[in-house]
């Protein structure tokens, strides 16, 4: 079984930046896309960005656009979120997911993935 591993949540201090990292744990799987997704507490999960590894196209909600990029490497399994410019309301678990499956779903719904990670909590203090 694949796991999705994220890394690089913390505290920090609005309009500072972070960079979240996810690896697959193993190096043979492949994936279609790679999201990252958000859920703050009391909240359901919203989709934050992905990135599609035919093409190299990403997508992104809108709360984002302009302050976080999604990047990755397709041959290492790994995709990056930075984060800049976060803003109090970014507090949230942050969950790396993967597509394996070929689907016609929208990839800004976490139905659509196959895989995720167990989060990684990112705070931000006003």
């Known amino acids: 079984q694949v796991q999705l591993v994220e890394s690089g949540g913390g505290l920090v201090q609005a309009g500072g930046s972070l960079r979240l990292s996810c690896a697959a744990s193993?190096?043979?799987?492949?994936?279609?896309?790679m999201g990252w997704f958000r859920q703050a507490p009391g909240k359901g999960r919203e989709f934050v960005a992905a990135i599609s590894w035919s093409g190299g196209s990403t997508d992104y909600a809108d709360f984002v656009k302009g302050r976080f990029t999604i990047s990755g490497d397709n041959n290492q399994n790994t995709v990056y979120l930075q984060m800049n410019s976060l803003k109090p309301e970014d507090t949230a678990a942050y969950y790396c997911?993967?597509?394996?499956?070929?689907?016609?779903?929208?990839?800004?719904?976490?139905?659509?993935?196959?895989?995720w990670g167990q989060g990684t909590q990112v705070t931000v203090s006003s």
């Open positions: 997911a993967a597509v394996r499956r070929f689907h016609l779903l929208s990839i800004r719904i976490p139905e659509a993935y196959d895989y």
């Open positions: 193993r190096r043979t799987f492949s994936s279609r896309h």
